[in-house]
């Protein structure tokens, strides 16, 4: 795990010092709870944003690494640092939450799982996280909540030219490219990123190249133009777990890989463009996006390939600051010598309005219907109350119906036929939050949450098929606390959750990969002319099969060290992960036992800043 800490307030907003790193949140910029720009909508007690600042301290962690210490996430890697990395929240799967770049949902796998070790975080600007279902703004695959991140917008008039390299554990290699600028009409931002490992275990040396960008046009009273762009391209060897049993690990042993030779080639992009304008009363944005997400792979002595596509377009209107409308479409398309070729059009329209009955209380109905050629309408309504009585308190409180839709995967699998009539999971969710924030730097969160489950998705285990077999139910708590004044910082986060499922007359079991509790801790101070930050996060133990059953994934706790110091334009800094070497896995399966993660690895690197 990557050291450098994060700053777990829901709302504190830190601007960055130097012109040169100055962020610009722009008129064409919308929030994550709206998908609108200029909408007045407060946010929820519970949601979290992180900014450039927060997210740069040290290296430029991986956005794994970057969202681990949110404890309302849970970040699940296989294969370690490198490997395959997914998010969730409040008992939801990866393919239940939601991730989207700009506005831009990022392209998934045929399992709706996006991979999130193969998008780079140095061009990013800010993170919003929406906990709780939110499929009356997003539709499908938003019962958990959304990742939404931004790519860097500067200030008018700022520059920025840095370069960065970093060198780690097992001849890992990073060298990373930022440049920008900004005018009164125009602004562009690039970031480029290439790496390479030769991996913790046997057969997982990768090579990884990324690049991202955003201009943008002020056209006067013709609004703005805005085009975005990402590409990244993952060369990788599969270890496929490792055959010696966790008891028996010892910092070498789990070394050892169940495959040799087989490896996989992953390749994301996607180019977006939108424009918005109009007025304080009429705002409008409308948005054009094609991603496509290709996967080559050796395994099991065969080679196989899939491409899933999505072409999309959208519009949204917002009405005097307070009403939002929005409609969208989208063709997702299916390549695959195994899955064959499929393409699904899906439509959804959404609608919210924000009331405002008393000084301080904001009321917001909204509601989403989509339709699919993989499934029926589907209406997603949700009521949300935010009520912040003075600049200290916020207290919020909703209401929602989530659902998932079947992916490619569950229609399409060509070993087993789903199940006759095949529909979408379907929740509905009902949360509540308080937040404090005192002027003298100390904060406090908590929110509590439960989620009804039906018709939910699973694989028959007599067929292996996908049908509607269970339902469940999702519950827990989130707690966080800290301080944060200038360059000291404390935050702890907490999460207590209980996932249950239930398949026909059974009754309710703890659901796989379920863990009841998961910590976050940082620490970081300035000491004499260093900037020193401590990070840790623990998680209970979990299993792979439904009722505490399959493999046991033990509990575990793991913490980084990071110590870094400007000199001028430079900035070096050095790491240690795992600081107790502890022997650990995240994830386990039935066929290839667990997949370890490395024990005590140390870090260097050196920032240049040339603007």
């Known amino acids: 795990m990557k050291a450098p800490c994060l700053s777990l307030s829901f709302l504190l907003c830190f601007s960055v010092i130097a012109l040169h790193a100055a962020d610009e949140p722009g008129p064409d910029v919308f929030f994550s709870v709206s998908r609108a720009a200029s909408c007045r909508s407060l946010p929820p007690a519970d949601a979290l944003t992180l900014y450039a600042p927060e997210m740069e301290r040290g290296g430029d962690l991986s956005l794994p690494d970057l969202l681990e210490e949110a404890a309302p996430l849970a970040i699940r890697k296989l294969n370690g640092p490198g490997g395959l990395a997914t998010v969730s929240?409040?008992?939801?799967?990866?393919?239940?939450?939601?991730?989207?770049?700009?506005?831009v949902r990022l392209p998934a796998d045929i399992t709706g799982t996006v991979d999130l070790s193969l998008f780079p975080s140095a061009g990013l600007g800010k993170i919003e996280v929406l906990p709780g279902a939110v499929s009356s703004v997003y539709g499908s695959g938003a019962e958990g909540g959304v990742v939404q991140l931004f790519t860097r917008r500067l200030a008018p008039g700022a520059r920025l030219a840095e370069a960065g390299a970093e060198l780690s554990a097992y001849d890992t290699r990073l060298y990373s490219l930022k440049a920008g600028a900004a005018g009164a009409n125009a602004d562009v931002f690039f970031s480029g990123a290439s790496g390479s490992s030769d991996g913790f275990q046997r057969n997982s040396a990768l090579r990884k190249d990324s690049a991202e960008g955003r201009a943008s046009l002020a056209l006067g009273?013709?609004?703005?133009?805005?085009l975005t762009g990402l590409f990244s391209g993952l060369r990788t060897g599969l270890p496929s777990g490792t055959p010696v049993p966790v008891s028996g690990w010892n910092g070498s042993r789990e070394k050892a890989a169940n495959s040799l030779t087989d490896w996989q080639k992953s390749e994301r992009s996607f180019l977006s463009g939108s424009w918005s304008g109009g007025t304080g009363n009429f705002a409008f944005r409308a948005d054009s996006s094609y991603s496509a997400n290709d996967i080559t792979a050796f395994q099991w002595g065969a080679d196989s390939a899939a491409r899933v596509t999505d072409r999309a377009l959208s519009a949204r209107a917002t009405l005097y600051k307070t009403a939002v409308l929005g409609v969208e479409s989208t063709v997702s398309g299916l390549d695959s010598g195994t899955y064959g070729d499929h393409s699904?059009?899906?439509?959804?329209?959404f609608a919210q309005k924000t009331f405002n009955p008393s000084p301080g209380l904001e009321l917001t109905p909204g509601a989403r219907l989509d339709r699919s050629g993989a499934y029926s309408g589907r209406v997603s309504p949700k009521l949300a109350a935010v009520y912040a009585p003075d600049e200290k308190w916020k207290f919020s409180a909703s209401e929602a119906a989530g659902?998932?839709?079947?992916?490619?995967?569950d229609l399409y699998n060509?070993?087993?036929?789903?199940?006759?009539?095949?529909?979408?999971?379907?929740?509905?969710?009902?949360?509540?939050?308080v937040y404090y924030g005192s002027p003298a730097g100390w904060y406090a969160g908590l929110a509590g949450y439960y989620?009804?489950?039906?018709?939910?998705?699973?694989?028959?285990?007599?067929?292996?098929?996908?049908?509607?077999?269970?339902?469940?139910?999702?519950?827990g708590l989130e707690a966080q606390a800290g301080y944060k004044a200038g360059k000291a910082a404390l935050s702890a986060g907490y999460v207590r959750n209980a996932s249950m499922v239930k398949s026909g007359a059974g009754g309710y079991r703890q659901a796989n990969f379920s863990p009841k509790d998961r910590f976050t801790f940082s620490a970081r101070a300035a000491l004499a002319g260093f900037d020193a930050e401590l990070a840790g996060r623990g998680v209970s133990e979990q299993y792979t099969g439904l009722g505490k059953s399959g493999l046991r994934l033990p509990e575990y706790w793991v913490f980084g060290l990071t110590v870094?110091?400007?000199?001028?334009?430079?900035?070096?800094?050095?790491?240690?992960?795992?600081?107790?070497?502890?022997?650990?896995?995240?994830?386990?399966?039935?066929?290839?036992?667990?997949?370890?993660?490395?024990?005590?690895?140390?870090?260097?690197?050196?920032k240049a800043r040339f603007l």
């Open 451 to 475: 989620s009804d489950i039906e018709d939910r998705i699973a694989l028959d285990p007599v067929t292996w098929a996908a049908a509607n077999l269970a339902a469940g139910y999702n519950t």
């Open 221 to 226: 009273a013709a609004g703005r133009f805005t």
């Open 344 to 349: 699904i059009t899906s439509f959804g329209v």
């Open 403 to 409: 659902f998932q839709a079947p992916t490619f995967a």
């Open 414 to 433: 060509p070993w087993a036929a789903p199940a006759p009539g095949l529909k979408p999971e379907t929740s509905l969710n009902s949360a509540a939050a």
């Open 564 to 606: 870094s110091r400007r000199l001028g334009a430079l900035e070096v800094w050095g790491g240690v992960s795992n600081l107790l070497d502890r022997h650990y896995a995240e994830t386990a399966d039935v066929f290839n036992g667990w997949f370890p993660q490395p024990g005590r690895t140390f870090s260097a690197g050196v």
């Open 89 to 103: 929240m409040r008992g939801f799967q990866a393919r239940q939450t939601a991730v989207y770049l700009d506005d």
